[in-house]
């Protein structure tokens, strides 16, 4: 398995994200079985960022709601970690405001995706959720 997995790890295909490991590995070798998989995500300059249906059109439902998402990240980071936001939407309010912390742009970015987008492919899951409950 660690012969097959490190010459793509060489090859620069780091576009792999970790499902099943019970030790977290050294930057020199691979250790617990299945570490890398491929996600299946693709790349991630044309992965899926449309909206993945967790939410209610916010016009349809008058109440406040807030939301924290996780997705997780793109390429060998996703080993270890997933990017979260916060969805917010007033009483009465007509629309969702999403905040995001990313490395590049302004420090917060607000709107950038739709509130219960993917991440590059990613779909989201509610880690906080106050307000609307479904239907």
Do not use: C
Not at 53 to 68: D, F, K, M, Q, T
Not at 74 to 96: C, D, G, L, M, P
């Amino acid at each position: 398995m660690k012969a097959a997995i490190l010459p793509e790890i060489a090859a620069g295909s780091i576009d792999k994200i970790t499902r099943h490991f019970s030790v977290v590995p050294s930057p020199d070798r691979f250790i617990g079985g299945s570490l890398l998989v491929r996600e299946g995500r693709g790349n991630w300059q044309t992965a899926d960022r449309s909206s993945a249906g967790l939410l209610p059109l916010a016009s349809r439902y008058p109440e406040a709601v807030i939301r924290v998402y996780g997705a997780r990240t793109v390429r060998w980071k996703a080993i270890f970690a997933i990017h979260t936001w916060i969805v917010i939407k007033e009483q009465n309010a007509s629309s969702y405001t999403r905040y995001d912390y990313t490395a590049w742009g302004e420090p917060i970015r607000t709107n950038g995706f739709a509130a219960d987008a993917r991440w590059f492919g990613a779909t989201p899951e509610t880690i906080v959720a106050v307000g609307w409950r479904g239907s």
